[in-house]
């Protein structure tokens, strides 16, 4: 009996030997199972990585048992050190190159745009319509959302800085706002230190004002200094604005989409046809180029200009004379 177990007990021990060599050889090189092709995978905070491999498993994404991964996770010594996110799965990974990415940390990226010209409002209410952003905040109100940077003194319009921004799945609505928020404080101080001399501004904020101001008049790059010259000029001089989308932004919910005379003769502290200097607020995400423009207007002596109906594009006038001859030309079709 004794001579047949030594016998026997070799060829047990090589058995497994050769069964251990091969299962880990398939483990390096069995391809994981995805068919989708935009397949993710999200590990939650708190996830051990035992409980990810029977996760994997559950979801037909494994083509081994849970203590596989969480074995040679131990083997490498790396089996604490995943990171929780969503992370993009491809039909040739295998699971250790699976942990290399749980360890990395090469989670997704989603991408949001805020737009250059649009609210601060309409802002906030595209972050708490986008399911993608975990919803913390208790109040999607403008004020309220300005309690978040102890800033309840200015009004909120122009604060978050127009940009494509990456996130991971995790990220709240809180945290986008505020890396909104910062990135356009940052810009604006740093433009601000590079202004040109002799501006009316006492503030930065007011440069934000007529940055937004500046933003709503074009959208072509090249005006923007020259757009700025006028308004500036017109500062300089004692003159009113006179800039039709601050008289909009001041209509609120009652502007249908076109402007009356009766609209701009009615006062408001937007309307810049009745009231001297800058308004009271931004009234639009105002661009890093619009910023810019604000502080380095272009030199130039015009102080009028209308728009031409071709490509967003503006003529530009010295006199009032000229400006009114522009305006038939352009807006009233008469030469």
Request: with cysteine; net charge positive; hydrophobic share 35%.
């Amino acid at each position: 009996m004794r001579l047949i177990l030594k016998l026997i007990l070799p060829v047990i021990l090589i058995a497994i030997c050769v069964f251990t060599f091969n299962e880990y050889q398939r483990f390096l090189t069995t391809p994981i199972k995805v068919e989708q092709p935009n397949k993710t995978f999200t590990i939650k905070s708190g996830t051990n990585l035992q409980q990810v491999g029977r996760q994997l498993g559950e979801q037909g994404i494994s083509p081994f048992p849970a203590e596989y991964l969480y074995w040679y996770g131990r083997y490498q010594q790396s089996a604490h050190r995943i990171k929780a996110g969503e992370y993009k799965l491809t039909p040739e990974q295998t699971l250790p190159e699976l942990l290399t990415l749980f360890i990395k940390g090469d989670v997704v990226q989603h991408s949001f745009t805020i737009i250059e010209g649009m609210t601060s409002q309409q802002l906030i209410t595209a972050i708490a319509s986008d399911d993608r952003f975990v919803k913390t905040l208790d109040s999607y109100d403008l004020k309220a959302i300005m309690q978040l940077f102890d800033d309840n003194e200015r009004h909120g319009e122009g604060e978050f800085a127009p940009e494509t921004y990456y996130f991971s799945a995790d990220t709240t609505d809180k945290a986008i706002l505020i890396r909104a928020y910062q990135l356009m404080q940052n810009t604006l101080a740093e433009a601000w230190e590079n202004k040109a001399d002799n501006l009316p501004y006492k503030t930065p904020y007011e440069a934000l004002i007529m940055a937004s101001i500046i933003e709503k008049e074009s959208g072509i790059a090249e005006e923007r200094p020259e757009i700025a010259g006028v308004f500036i000029r017109r500062l300089q001089k004692g003159m009113r604005l006179q800039t039709d989308p601050t008289v909009i932004y001041g209509m609120g919910d009652k502007y249908k989409g076109n402007i009356r005379r009766n609209d701009l003769r009615r006062d408001t502290v937007y309307n810049t046809y009745t009231r001297y200097g800058l308004p009271p607020s931004p009234i639009a995400l105002p661009s890093k180029a619009a910023i810019h423009a604000a502080l380095n207007p272009a030199a130039g002596t015009s102080l009028y200009f209308v728009a031409t109906g071709h490509e967003g594009r503006h003529v530009f006038s010295n006199t009032l004379v000229e400006h009114n001859k522009a305006v038939r030309q352009y807006q009233l079709k008469k030469r």
